[in-house]
């Protein structure tokens, strides 16, 4: 029983140190998407040029999304018009450069993971961009796209067809400020939280129970903490595969990471662990239903390739800047609340978020919660319906 109470004791206070942070990056994004259409974004993804990858990248960080909402919505944009480079590049963005998760890594592990996950997310799509220049041939892209327009259903298919923005014309502010940006915002706002919150719940107990449950000298001996330079080496390839067989994605990786971190992986292959929420085992089965296995097996290998080349690139130049943090002041959180800075901005955070869930739910919201694990073509008229109550 004290086992059990001390994991829940640790999965309750990383749950009250990030609260705040959430609810922050998932007000930010929600007012992004509510004022920028979904046919501007595919309008501005049909090639893979650099720049038009810049833009994709931009747009993801600003379309927050749970990583199978994110997959989702890359196969809707594909299927749209838009290249298929470039839409990897956004679903990429959309779950690994957002704003929340660099609050919440900055506060439960530091600034430096914040800054190596943005970085590092950078850098892995351009090596993704290579790759597939290099190594993506047309044949294997038709196929894609057959299998793609068939429109079988993954995860979040309903949620990830509702184009949620404002559709009167105007200023940013008059748009945003509006009644209709008002109930666009909290339609975002709540949909999003009800993508995340099965991950986030998830990989939560998960990590309370391993940080309760696991030694740290088998995470030590498991990434050769007592060898330096096998550990830097070991960790980038390791990292993903830890994510792959753990099934938690998106935000949920980070306390799980956390916990990785106090055991020992090393400071790059933390990186690639929480770059690879989108190659989990059941994304790759999504991936198979949305455009073949042959495609499938082609995403998983080059993702791999891009996650780990950036794991090490973020590895060597922190290190050689001397940005990574002492493992040793890393500390797992297990205080439980207390009358803080932390208290008073979830007090603050957890009312707004209030606020925007009762607009949600006089507005029509509650149809969209149940259409939005529904087929990609159901999504728009859920929102369509919901948002002119």
């Known amino acids: 029983m004290d086992a059990i109470l001390h994991a829940l004791s640790i999965t309750g206070s990383m749950t009250w140190q990030i609260t705040w942070a959430l609810i922050l990056g998932f007000t930010l994004s929600a007012v992004i998407q509510a004022l920028v259409r979904r046919s501007t974004v595919v309008r501005l993804l049909g090639d893979a040029r650099p720049r038009t990858l810049a833009i994709a990248s931009g747009l993801g960080a600003a379309s927050s999304s749970c990583s199978y909402a994110a997959v989702a919505l890359g196969r809707a944009l594909f299927r749209r018009g838009a290249d298929f480079t470039a839409a990897m590049a956004f679903e990429i963005a959309s779950t690994n450069l957002v704003i929340e998760l660099g609050v919440i890594l900055a506060l439960l592990m530091g600034w430096q993971f914040t800054l190596a996950e943005f970085s590092g997310g950078a850098l892995m799509i351009v090596f993704l961009a290579v790759l597939f220049r290099l190594f993506l041939r047309e044949r294997l892209l038709r196929e894609a796209r057959s299998q793609a327009d068939r429109g079988l259903a993954g995860s ?21 400020f509006s009644g209709e940006g008002f109930t666009s915002v909290s339609h975002v706002f709540v949909m999003e939280w009800a993508a995340i919150l099965r991950d986030l719940v998830i990989g939560l107990f998960v990590a309370g129970a391993i940080a309760a449950w696991v030694p740290d000298s088998f995470w030590q001996s498991f990434f050769f903490a007592g060898h330096p330079l096998a550990a830097k080496l070991w960790g980038p390839l390791i990292g993903p595969v ?67 080349a950036a794991g090490y690139v973020i590895e060597i130049v922190f290190g050689g800047l001397g940005l990574i943090p002492d493992r040793a002041s890393a500390k797992v959180p297990d205080m439980g609340v207390s009358w803080d800075y932390t208290t008073w901005l979830n007090i603050v955070f957890l009312v707004l978020a209030l606020v925007l869930i009762l607009r949600f739910v006089r507005t029509g919201g509650g149809m969209m919660l149940k259409m939005m694990g529904g087929s990609p073509e159901t999504g728009t008229s859920a929102h369509s319906q919901a948002h002119h109550l």
């Open 242 to 308: 830890v994510a792959i067989i753990s099934f938690v994605c998106s935000i949920g990786n980070v306390p799980l990471a956390v916990v990785l971190w106090h055991g020992g992986i090393s400071f790059g292959g933390v990186a690639a662990f929480i770059f690879a929420d989108l190659i989990i085992a059941p994304i790759l089965n999504i991936y198979r239903k949305y455009y073949g296995r042959r495609m499938a097996l082609f995403l998983l290998g080059t993702f791999y390739a891009a996650m780990a």
């Open 156 to 176: 979040m298919e309903g949620h990830a067809a509702m184009d949620m923005s404002v559709t009167r014309e105007g200023s940013f502010t008059r748009r945003l």
